[in-house]
């Protein structure tokens, strides 16, 4: 598996999510058993639910795993207009908590945007953690291609450390962060890690035939009483470009992520054992590129 280099640690072309509840603890560490047998080497604990943490925490502490690169988030979405709350205390808490639950922490990642705290006190804090070897380095969530300048221009003018890379939504359904944000991106340094990887379900071969039987039911008088998938047309187009490739859907979006030069890594965060069989598709049959262009040729 290709890696790339994040502030001098490796990151696999693969980071793996660990399951949220409902999904049981035990259940969790085994699955992320299977991605390290996978070569799997970084994990992302954070999802925003104290067991996610639990099962990541309990999986490092029994397996005592070499060379993995763990990622967590930082900061806590308070809404009310403010967004995230990445105030110096907040970052110093959540760091220290996920310290203590985990073990250590090499990559923190924000969780969004704080319209309350001066950017570079947030700066200065990550800076803290980095420097006193608490984290290697930090990274962005959910940002757009002004949000990532701004963060580098803040970062230079300080002169306290950049944002190492960024954590966005990016799928074969959601792919603006390759038009803008990618640019800036690899220009600047700052590898990109793609999040969402199947638009939150939508990307599944089960999806879309629970989409085809609603629009049948549609077509033959049955109330319109649930929307059918704006883009179904386009889903059943790469569900079958899939098919003829002997892939599932799943498979097919993950190995274009995979394939995509721009993205460092893919999280994926499987919550049931059959989750891992896209996983392992896109591993052992990755896409030429004639194959990406076919795919690609099918996207509004």
Known sequence: ??????????????TMGSA?????VA???DLLDEGWEAGIRALDAADGTGGAESAAGRWLEERQPEGVVVLSGLGAVVGQGRGTDLSPARIDGHVAAAVRRLGRVDLGWLRGADAE?????TLQALAGAVEDGRLRAWGAGDVDAWALETLLAEADRA???RPAFVRVRLNLLERDALRDLAPLAVGEGVALLAGAPLGAGRL??????AEERTAEAIRFGAPRDTPVDPALETLVALRDLARGLELSLEGLALGWLLATEAVASTVATPRAKADWDPVHEALERPLDAETVERLESLLP
């Open 1 to 14: 598996m290709r890696t790339t280099a994040v502030a001098g640690l490796d990151l696999t072309a693969l």
């Open 20 to 24: 949220p509840l409902p999904t049981p």
């Open 27 to 29: 259940r969790a560490v």
């Open 117 to 121: 705290t001066p950017l570079e006190d």
């Open 159 to 161: 002169a306290l450390p």
């Open 204 to 209: 599944t071969d089960r999806h879309v035939a």
